[in-house]
């Protein structure tokens, strides 16, 4: 059954430091620096960081297709540090 079909997001609406759900040669999750993507791949049996760069028809690895909600702590343990980073209750954006 599918839920929702998503377009590729085009390359000038990426955001630096986001996440994004998509295709790409080593794995389907990457960060977006600006240039490329960072994703999680294997090297020799490893774990490792490997950059690939937006795909397009020329070039490229990574089609990204949906922005990743890390949602935002609404009920946090404290205000400072990881106190405000951990808590009871996060919410997360449906678009």
């Known amino acids: 059954m599918e839920l929702f079909a998503e377009e590729v997001i085009p390359l000038e609406d990426l955001k630096v430091d986001t996440w994004y759900v998509g295709r790409g040669r ?3 999750v990457g960060l977006w620096s600006g240039r490329f993507f960072l994703v999680i791949g294997e090297k020799f049996e490893q774990s490792v960081i490997k950059q690939e760069p937006y795909y397009t028809d ?3 690895c990574f089609q990204p297709f949906l922005v990743i909600n890390e949602g935002c702590m609404v009920e946090p343990f404290g205000c400072l540090g990881w ?3 951990y808590g009871r209750k ?4 449906i678009n």
């Open 26 to 28: 080593n794995g389907n």
């Open 58 to 60: 020329d070039s490229g």
């Open 83 to 85: 106190d405000a980073h």
């Open 90 to 93: 996060i919410v997360f954006e």
